[in-house]
Nanobody
Framework: VQLQASGGGLVQAGGSLRLSCAAS????????MGWFRQAPGKEREFVAS????????YYAESVKGRFTISRDNAKNTVYLQMNSLKPEDTAIYFC???????????????????WSQGTQVTVSS
């Protein structure tokens, strides 16, 4: 499975961005998908995840109410709509997925095995 993340950029605080993650290859090997981020000098952290049907989602407290994860299975694409962005949201964002045996949106990060390259999100104050 290959994951390609895109959509990052520079935005002012309070603005919005939408990230996309396109999956290709053996996409039947994945079920849930998630977004993670890593800020300079910090460890990578979980942002959001979504079930295979899109019916269940899970968010980090720091983004709840501002970010929305969704997916279009016909396009094998997952999205992260980010609103009310803050400078502390500045990070490299990655999409990822565990093997399809993992179906719970609260699956721990260490179970994610497929990763995209990062896309930079910079929020200026």
């Amino acid at each position: 499975v290959q994951l390609q993340a895109s959509g990052g950029g520079l935005v002012q605080a309070g603005g919005s961005l939408r990230l996309s993650c396109a999956a290709s290859g053996r996409t039947r090997s994945v079920s849930i998908m998630g977004w993670f981020r890593q800020a300079p000098g910090k460890e990578r952290e979980f942002v959001a995840s979504i079930s295979s049907s899109g019916g269940r989602t899970y968010y980090a407290e720091s983004v709840k109410g501002r970010f929305t994860i969704s997916r279009d299975n016909a396009k094998n694409t997952v999205y992260l709509q980010m609103n009310s962005l803050k400078p502390e949201d500045t990070a490299i964002y990655f999409c990822a997925a565990p093997n399809s045996q993992w179906k719970d949106v609260t699956t721990p990060a260490n179970r994610y095995v497929y990763w995209s390259q990062g896309t930079q999100v910079t929020v200026s104050s």
